[in-house]
């Protein structure tokens, strides 16, 4: 029962480098979803996917970029990392109902600290 | 521009007391709400939600309350128990929004033996 799989769990990087934080889930969901969360704050939202082939933006998406090539796999690319980025990164994903709401189910999160 | 706010902090309560955490919200376009639970170094975990069309939803010991006019939602915890010691966020979403969640700061509850 993996639910949703982050990796790595922790990273150092130096200012300028590049990384990929992974995220895989095994429920067939729909949906999925990049949050990051601050010392002392809620969870923002930095990019989302509605399905294989189609990301949005959300509310921090300034130095992420993001790829859905399949329904498993959404993962979260750095491209010039910056110690604003040093932060708790959670990967979530929710199956979309017409009616209703459901609830999402989030992994375990990458602690990623730039210096 | 914060949609939704959680203005305490942190809350300590005595193990069997009850725990009431606090929610307000700005956005009238939200539909559902949701609390979250997280502890240290794992990820959130979902407790219970309500639609905007219920004032209150129960399940177990945890039950959420929903005041639309005042735009403000509450959790309360009865009994309390220290296992229930953790970060709380409180999430929106508005249904036509693709169920992107807007999350609260979140409240550190402490239950003491």
């Known amino acids: 029962n993996a639910g949703v799989t982050q990796t790595p769990k922790f990273r150092i990087l130096k200012i300028g480098q590049s990384m990929t934080l992974q995220c895989a889930q095994d429920?067939?969901?729909?949906?999925m979803y990049w949050y990051r969360q601050d010392p002392g704050m809620g969870l923002k939202l930095i990019y989302y996917?509605?399905?294989?082939?189609?990301?949005d933006k959300g509310e921090v998406p300034n130095g992420y970029n993001v790829s859905r090539s399949t329904t498993e796999y959404f993962p979260l690319r750095l491209e010039l990392a910056a110690p604003s980025q040093t932060s708790v990164y959670f990967c979530a994903s929710r199956r979309h109902r017409d009616r209703g709401y459901t609830e999402a189910f989030f992994g375990q999160g990458t602690r990623l600290t730039v210096v | 521009d914060q949609q939704v706010k959680q203005n305490s902090p942190s809350l300590s309560v005595q193990e069997g007391r009850i725990s009431i955490l606090n929610c307000d919200y700005t956005?009238?376009?939200?539909?559902?709400f949701l609390w979250y639970k997280k502890y240290p170094a794992e990820g959130p975990t979902f407790l219970i939600s309500?639609?905007?069309?219920?004032d209150k939803n129960e399940d177990g010991r945890f039950t959420v309350f929903l005041n639309k006019s005042a735009k403000h939602l509450s959790l309360h915890i009865v009994p309390s128990q220290p296992g229930d010691s953790a970060v709380y966020f409180c999430a929106a979403s508005a249904q036509g929004n693709t169920g992107k969640l807007i999350f609260g700061q979140g409240t550190t509850l402490q239950v003491k033996p």
């Open positions: 429920m067939n969901h729909n949906y």
């Open positions: 309500i639609s905007s069309i219920k």
């Open positions: 996917s509605v399905g294989a082939g189609i990301t």
């Open positions: 956005n009238s376009m939200f539909d559902y």
